[in-house]
């Protein structure tokens, strides 16, 4: 449970950009991370930057924030 922790917000952090000052550098950990996981990187950096863009916004953009249907 705590590897599998700590390489989720290995996944999180590199979707940021936050570990390493290269993009390909974080594109390759989070990668690595998300086979680990089970986490499509590339799905996760695009979702989590939308979720960013538009959190707290009142125009229901937010994939996060979405109502299960």
């Given amino acids: 449970a705590v590897a599998l922790t700590a390489l989720s917000i290995a996944v999180h952090e590199a979707a940021h950009g936050s570990l390493f000052r290269r993009r390909w550098a974080n594109t390759a ?5 998300g086979v680990a996981t089970g986490t499509p990187f590339g799905s996760y950096r695009r979702g989590h930057r939308a979720h960013h863009r538009w959190a707290g916004s009142s125009t229901g953009k937010d ?7």
Avoid at 29 to 33: D, E, H, N, S, Y
Avoid at 63 to 69: H, I, K, Q, S, W
């Fill in 29 to 33: 950990v989070g990668f690595v991370a």
């Fill in 63 to 69: 994939p996060t924030a979405a109502p299960l249907e």
